[in-house]
């Protein structure tokens, strides 16, 4: 419960750089997770410089993405009750996570070295079944978040659900 109010007061006095920060750090999580208990890599295996890749793209990408998506979510359509948080789980999913895992998957083929045309050829072959496993978990996670939890938390909530959704992202994301 310490570490709980440690977090909550850091929060309070540093929304931003503590959403940024709590997205990296579970984005890694994810990718550590994916290399260990999905990859089955082993620690000698383990492939630390894609594990700072996800931390840098949770950091610098999903973090300050997803947060400001969530801030300029709750100017479009303000409110709290079932409806409001209903609308918002329709737009956040039928069109930001569309766009976001358009941006993500080349993003991180990108970073990790792949070619133009490489990387195009890697978007057709896995966005359809990442958009399709995104539906599978996202709704249904997305609605308690918007009618249940108070913005502010609403990043650190996703994240902490994101730990199992980062892991199948980084798996897909590299797998060649």
Known sequence: MALWRAYQRALTVHPWKVQVLTAGSLMGLG?????QLVEKRGLRGH???RTLIMVSLGCGFVGPVVGGWYRVLDRLIPGTTKVDALKKMLLDQGGFAPCFLGCFLPLVGALNGLSAQDNWAKLRRDYPDALVTNYYLWPAVQLANFYLVPLHYRLAVVQCVAVIW???LSWKAHRL
């Open 31 to 35: 990718d550590t997770i994916s290399q």
């Open 47 to 49: 492939q630390a410089g």
């Open 166 to 168: 980062n892991s199948y």
